[in-house]
Every structure is written in C-alpha cells, then in structure tokens.
C-alpha cells in the first residue's frame, strides 16, 4: 500500500467523524499534520531523541518483524520491550505493542502473557508507573 491521496483522506475522516466526532485520526491517514490529532512513528520506530509533536505513538510487535503469529518468528526478549516501553514513555509517547498472535485456531500463544507478565515486573522494580486504558 501507498500513502492515500489527500482527496481520499478527507473522505475518510468525515465518514469517521460522522460516526464518532471523538475519534482520533493517526498520521497514517494522511502525513499532513492538518488531518491527524496524533503522529504514528514508523513500524517498530522508537525515538533517539525528543519528538516534536504534541502527541505520538510508537508501534513495536512481540515479535522481530512481524504483527501477525508467526511461528518462524522469534518473540523479542522482555528486557527490550521494557527498555523500549520506558524510552518511549520518557519522551512522552505512547507505546502500542501488537501481540505475536492469534494463531489460526484463533489462540493467543503463551509467550506473549509470559513475556509481559516479564515486562511488568521489570516495570515494577523501575518505579515505572504504567496507565490503563478504558472504554470511555
């Protein structure tokens, strides 16, 4: 896929916003900084340094190089997802972690809940205070 046309965009973002006027709208939308709330970094991007936006995600997988199950694919190690989950979080983004799943039977694999069961005590023993999200 290719960047979608600005034409296109603004089609799109009405239709949302005709459904959902709260709905935040990502750079992957458009790269204009006129039809996004927030900017989406590249696949598995983590910052070297400060971001100039106001608001942005990252977007890493539990696996090397993929967002689906991958059997083939090794699941990245807990230590670099934290370091990666705190970088982020110190430069004021947000950290969107796609699970390495499901499977074709529809199951999660056991090493996503593993590994962020890892995650999550590394955090703890940082002092790292992770948010929740709701459906509000």
């Known amino acids: 896929p290719g960047e979608i046309n600005i034409i296109d965009s603004l089609e799109l973002l009405a239709i949302i916003r005709s459904n959902d006027p709260h709905c935040l709208a990502g750079s992957r939308l458009h790269v204009s900084g006129e039809l996004r709330d927030f900017k989406t970094?590249?696949?598995?991007?983590v910052p070297a340094s400060e971001?100039?936006?106001?608001y942005w995600e990252s977007l890493p997988g539990m696996q090397q190089h993929t967002y689906s199950y991958d059997q083939?694919?090794?699941?990245?190690p807990a230590k670099e997802i934290f370091n990666e989950?705190?970088?982020v979080k110190d430069k004021g983004g947000n950290y969107l972690l796609a699970?390495?799943?499901p499977k074709g039977d529809g199951?999660?694999?056991?090493?996503?809940?593993?590994?962020?069961?890892?995650v999550k005590k590394?955090?703890?023993?940082?002092?790292l205070k992770?948010?929740?999200?709701?459906?509000?």
């Open 41 to 45: 970094l590249g696949d598995y991007s």
């Open 51 to 54: 971001i100039e936006e106001a």
């Open 72 to 76: 083939f694919q090794a699941f990245r």
């Open 85 to 87: 989950l705190k970088t």
């Open 99 to 101: 699970i390495g799943g």
């Open 107 to 118: 199951s999660i694999p056991e090493a996503n809940f593993r590994i962020l069961r890892e």
């Open 122 to 127: 590394l955090a703890d023993e940082a002092g």
């Open 130 to 136: 992770l948010g929740a999200t709701t459906s509000d």
